[in-house]
């Protein structure tokens, strides 16, 4: 196979927008491309398994007039993202033909990477291979270091989770559980609020879609206040959450994907809490810990294998629905970390 020119089904990024994302944003098309890496570069050529629908990629499909931390798409080109993939060929001294990777590739069947410092060589296959674009690569690591080095997680604290049912959430609260803590998960339907209890272990849940009074709800089950929020959604949520916090109560900023989709951000009014608690807050992004990876694999493998942590996917099948999948995360339609399958191993 290696060698061949083959057809190689991709989707491109139209063009930048504005607003929701739309599956009209994006165009499935076909071109061709060479089985092999270029003799004279450092580059791999990646059969495409599976592919990873993340929040961020919508930041991706705007265009900034200002530094980002992630690079916006490119109009016309294939959209990119994590993903899990076959080598075909390699001229990079880190991998070699018929190794598995995950890391940063292209959403089509085959890509050639060039530079591939984001991607990684699997080594431990007796879990399924999907779980290196969720529980043991980026999102995982997010849930663990929001918690234990931004949140400072500890026995006996009172622990509120929003958008508890997505890829991240759904760890952040079962590691909160394993560590000794209260744990609360907000949702956005009545299946994910019973299964955050009755799968996660979350002490008790609710659909933030029926409550009227937000604060009134955090009052319900947060009676003498949060110690620690993991933020994942913004807006509305985090002043209602910051009238209920304890004082010294920690604040780790993952996400606001109630925020990523609007022309003008909701303001936050209450913000003084912040002084009056003592509160800290504190943004953060995955890519500044990869330090602790290796720690971090070394554990998760452990919970998968002796099943003291769940894990739910929601796999589209085929890169013809990965537009679809990606633009349902924005509307709570997934059940569980979104992937697309592209091909089997
Ligand atoms: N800081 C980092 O390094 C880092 C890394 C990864 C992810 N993140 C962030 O972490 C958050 C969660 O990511 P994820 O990968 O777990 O997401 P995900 O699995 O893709 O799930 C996203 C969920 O967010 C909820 N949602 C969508 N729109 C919403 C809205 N307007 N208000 C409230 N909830 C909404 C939906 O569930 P419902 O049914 O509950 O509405 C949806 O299923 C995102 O904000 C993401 O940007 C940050």
Same mark, same amino acid.
């Given at each position: 196979?290696?060698?061949?020119?083959?057809?190689?089904?991709?989707?491109?990024?139209?063009?930048?927008? %504005?607003?929701?994302?739309?599956?009209?944003?994006?165009?499935?098309?076909?071109?061709?491309?060479?089985?092999?890496?270029?003799?004279?570069?450092?580059?791999?050529?990646?059969?495409?398994?599976?592919?990873?629908?993340?929040?961020?990629?919508?930041?991706?499909?705007?265009?900034?007039? &200002?530094?980002?931390?992630?690079?916006?798409?490119?109009?016309?080109?294939?959209?990119?993202?994590?993903?899990?993939?076959?080598?075909?060929?390699?001229?990079?001294?880190?991998?070699? /033909?018929?190794?598995?990777?995950?890391?940063?590739?292209?959403?089509?069947?085959?890509?050639?990477?060039?530079?591939?410092?984001?991607?990684?060589?699997?080594?431990?296959?007796?879990?399924?291979?999907?779980?290196?674009?969720?529980?043991?690569?980026?999102?995982?690591?997010?849930?663990?270091?929001?918690?234990?080095?931004?949140?400072?997680?500890?026995?006996?604290?009172?622990?509120? %989770?929003?958008?508890?049912?997505?890829?991240?959430?759904?760890? %952040?609260?079962?590691?909160?559980?394993?560590?000794?803590?209260?744990?609360?998960?907000? /949702?956005?339907?009545?299946?994910?609020?019973?299964?955050?209890?009755?799968?996660?272990?979350?002490?008790?849940?609710?659909?933030?879609?029926?409550?009227?009074?937000?604060?009134?709800?955090?009052?319900?089950?947060?009676?003498?206040?949060?110690?620690?929020?993991?933020?994942?959604?913004?807006?509305?949520?985090?002043?209602?959450?910051?009238?209920?916090?304890?004082?010294?109560? &920690?604040?780790?900023?993952?996400?606001?994907?109630?925020?990523?989709?609007?022309?003008?951000?909701?303001?936050?009014?209450?913000?003084?809490?912040?002084?009056?608690?003592?509160?800290?807050?504190?943004?953060?992004?995955?890519?500044?810990?990869?330090?602790?990876?290796?720690?971090?694999?070394?554990?998760?493998?452990?919970?998968?294998?002796?099943?003291?942590?769940?894990?739910?996917?929601?796999?589209?099948?085929?890169?013809?629905?990965?537009?679809?999948?990606?633009?349902?995360?924005?509307?709570?339609?997934?059940?569980?970390?979104?992937?697309?399958?592209? /091909?089997?191993?």
């Amino acid at each position: 196979m290696a060698g061949e020119e083959v057809s190689n089904k991709q989707v491109i990024f139209k063009d930048y927008i %504005v607003g929701f994302p739309k599956e009209s944003d994006m165009e499935l098309i076909t071109s061709k491309i060479i089985l092999k890496a270029p003799e004279d570069s450092n580059g791999i050529l990646l059969k495409n398994l599976y592919l990873s629908c993340d929040p961020y990629m919508r930041s991706r499909m705007t265009k900034h007039d &200002r530094p980002n931390y992630v690079e916006s798409f490119l109009p016309g080109s294939p959209m990119t993202g994590y993903g899990i993939a076959k080598v075909l060929d390699s001229r990079h001294p880190n991998f070699k /033909a018929g190794d598995l990777v995950w890391g940063v590739t292209g959403w089509e069947e085959y890509s050639l990477i060039t530079s591939p410092e984001l991607c990684f060589k699997i080594e431990h296959t007796d879990v399924p291979l999907s779980y290196y674009i969720g529980i043991l690569g980026m999102l995982g690591m997010t849930a663990y270091v929001g918690l234990y080095e931004i949140g400072a997680a500890k026995k006996g604290d009172r622990v509120f %989770v929003s958008a508890a049912f997505g890829g991240v959430g759904q760890l %952040v609260g079962q590691l909160a559980k394993l560590s000794g803590c209260y744990v609360v998960g907000s /949702a956005g339907s009545k299946e994910k609020v019973d299964l955050l209890k009755n799968k996660f272990g979350y002490d008790e849940a609710f659909n933030y879609k029926e409550e009227e009074d937000l604060d009134a709800a955090l009052r319900r089950y947060f009676p003498e206040g949060i110690d620690i929020y993991f933020e994942n959604v913004g807006g509305k949520m985090l002043e209602a959450v910051l009238s209920n916090m304890r004082p010294h109560g &920690r604040i780790p900023v993952c996400g606001m994907i109630s925020q990523y989709n609007l022309e003008q951000q909701e303001g936050v009014h209450n913000l003084f809490n912040l002084i009056s608690k003592r509160i800290h807050i504190e943004g953060f992004i995955v890519f500044d810990y990869h330090h602790l990876y290796p720690k971090y694999l070394d554990m998760m493998l452990a919970h998968i294998r002796e099943g003291t942590i769940s894990y739910v996917e929601d796999v589209a099948q085929g890169l013809e629905s990965a537009p679809s999948a990606l633009v349902g995360i924005f509307s709570g339609r997934n059940v569980g970390k979104q992937l697309v399958v592209v /091909a089997r191993v």
